[in-house]
């Protein structure tokens, strides 16, 4: 079973407009990473946010972590045609063997 | 930039035949992962090195498929034989240890099984 569970599903927008998608998980964390993925293509590191930290900015994402809701969140600000792709959070589990466990993703289409 | 090598690109095979796929982690990455991913879905956990070591590998199919990390630097999946329901995009990820900071992950080798 996949820890992370992204929310929507899927998502379409304008370009220029935000974009948030969101990601719960069940157990105690270590850290959480967010991952872009385009079609057919493998997984890119976008950010990671470790448990002690609750938001994290980079370019322009934008990523907050409730450890307390077990929950994160993933903005993308003013958002491009090049953003259309898949965004899957993964959890470092705390404790045993530190499996990391992905989502079933975010589609994001951006449209020009 | 150090990159995550994996071959080959895409496979079409015939069920029943034996497939394998290789992968050559970032030079220092300790830990390496191999995942599955049908479409339309999140990487799905197949094996974890730790060096040449197993570290998980509860969802591994082990009847059909198989795994080695020999001189724990690069890696090979195997399975035999090859299912219709194997059909899947095979990742391959490293880490310079486990938990420690992000993955890496290889462009993929898509799997098609006819």
């Known amino acids: 079973s996949q820890q992370g569970e992204e929310d929507p599903q899927a998502l379409s927008i304008q370009e220029g407009e935000n974009a948030t998608m969101n990601c719960s998980y069940k157990t105690s964390i270590n850290n959480l990473q967010w991952y872009r993925q385009n079609s057919g293509r493998g997984l890119v590191h976008l950010i990671l946010i470790r448990s002690n930290e609750r938001e994290k900015h980079s370019g322009r994402l934008r990523v907050t972590l409730d450890t307390s809701k077990k929950s994160s969140s993933l903005l993308i600000t003013a958002s491009r045609a090049a953003d259309t792709a898949s965004y899957f959070c993964?959890?470092?589990?705390?404790?045993?063997?530190?499996?990391?466990?992905f989502g079933r993703g975010t589609s994001l289409i951006v449209h020009p | 930039e150090a990159e995550v090598a994996q071959s080959p690109r895409y496979k079409i095979t015939e069920k029943s035949q034996a497939v394998a796929f290789w992968c050559d982690p970032i030079s220092g990455h300790a830990t390496l992962y191999w995942y599955r991913q049908i479409l339309g879905q999140g990487p799905e956990l197949l094996v974890q090195?730790?060096?040449?070591?197993?570290?998980?590998d509860s969802q591994l199919p082990k009847d059909r498929f198989s795994a080695e990390r020999l001189k724990g630097v690069d890696s090979t999946l195997k399975i035999q034989p090859a299912e219709l329901g194997d059909s899947a995009m095979y990742l391959c990820a490293s880490r310079i240890v486990a938990q420690s900071n992000e993955q890496f992950f290889g462009p993929g080798t898509r799997l098609t099984v006819l």
């Open positions: 993964a959890t470092d589990p705390r404790g045993g063997s530190y499996i990391p466990t």
């Open positions: 090195f730790q060096d040449e070591s197993v570290v998980d």
